[in-house]
């Protein structure tokens, strides 16, 4: 199966580390690539190449890649950090992008 | 600054066809592909399909293959998707989206080489409805 799966939801006190995975069978072939998005906004690439930090990215943000699953973690968990975020990857071919349904971090 | 432009929100009727479009600025505008993603209300980010923007080659996603076309003028800068045959559940954000690969200008490059989408538009919200 080509889908990306994420965890719907991930729960974590403020000061701690969140680790959102994303599973797939390409992913020991193809890059992910993680987007935070918050209400009514456009995404924002937080990560990419699996480990890869774009500029202006905090250094809490970082990326593993560990074969079938990929995880972003953030460690030292704000209240800003709380929204949704998504993995994109590629098919096995190579020839489409593919979306993981997901994940709300929610900071209790 | 780089930043992506898109058009304003359009209603239609199911039946109907739609065109939005989104202008790039800040960079070279055949240096970089660029992909359309949509999300439904309250839902997730869904890929409708790319533009190699030097090459005019274009990716669709099979879900919309055969009613979505892509395209680019590249004396205008701008780049346009089209969807026809619409319906309720094509109600929807649509965005269009840098590709931050450095390496999809006139050389051929896959949907796999992508670096993640590094600009965005700020969204067209279409709505389908009767």
């Known amino acids: 199966s080509d889908d990306l799966i994420q965890p719907p939801t991930v729960s974590v006190s403020p000061g701690q580390t969140a680790k959102i995975t994303c599973s797939g069978d390409?992913?020991?072939?193809?890059?992910v690539h993680w987007y935070q998005q918050k209400p009514g906004q456009a995404p924002v690439l937080v990560m990419y190449?699996?480990?890869e930090r774009p500029s202006g990215i905090p250094e809490r943000f970082s990326g593993f890649n560990s074969g079938t699953t990929v995880t972003l973690a953030i460690s030292g968990v704000r209240a800003e950090d709380e929204t949704d975020y998504y993995c994109?990857?590629?098919?096995?071919?190579?020839?489409?992008?593919?979306f993981g349904g997901g994940t709300k971090l929610t900071v209790l | 600054q780089v930043q992506i432009v898109q058009s304003g929100a359009e209603v239609k009727k199911p039946g109907a066809s739609v065109k939005v479009s989104c202008k790039p600025s800040?960079?070279?505008?055949?240096?970089?592909?660029l992909h359309w993603v949509r999300q439904a209300p309250g839902q997730g980010l869904e890929w409708l399909g790319r533009?190699?923007?030097?090459?005019?080659?274009?990716q669709y996603s099979q879900k919309f293959r055969g009613r979505l076309t892509i395209s680019r003028d590249t004396s205008a800068s701008i780049a346009t998707l089209a969807l026809s045959s619409l319906r309720s559940e094509d109600t929807a954000v649509y965005y269009c989206?840098?590709?931050?690969?450095?390496?999809?200008?006139?050389?051929?490059?896959?949907?796999?080489?992508?670096?993640?989408?590094?600009?965005w538009g700020q969204g067209t919200t279409v709505t389908i409805s009767s």
């Open positions: 533009i190699h923007v030097g090459r005019g080659e274009t």
């Open positions: 390409t992913l020991p072939r193809q890059f």
């Open positions: 989206a840098r590709d931050a690969s450095p390496h999809c200008d006139t050389t051929p490059c896959s949907v796999a080489e992508s670096w993640g989408l590094d600009v």
């Open positions: 190449k699996d480990t």
């Open positions: 800040g960079y070279s505008f055949t240096a970089f592909a």
């Open positions: 994109h990857s590629s098919d096995s071919g190579g020839d489409y992008v593919l």
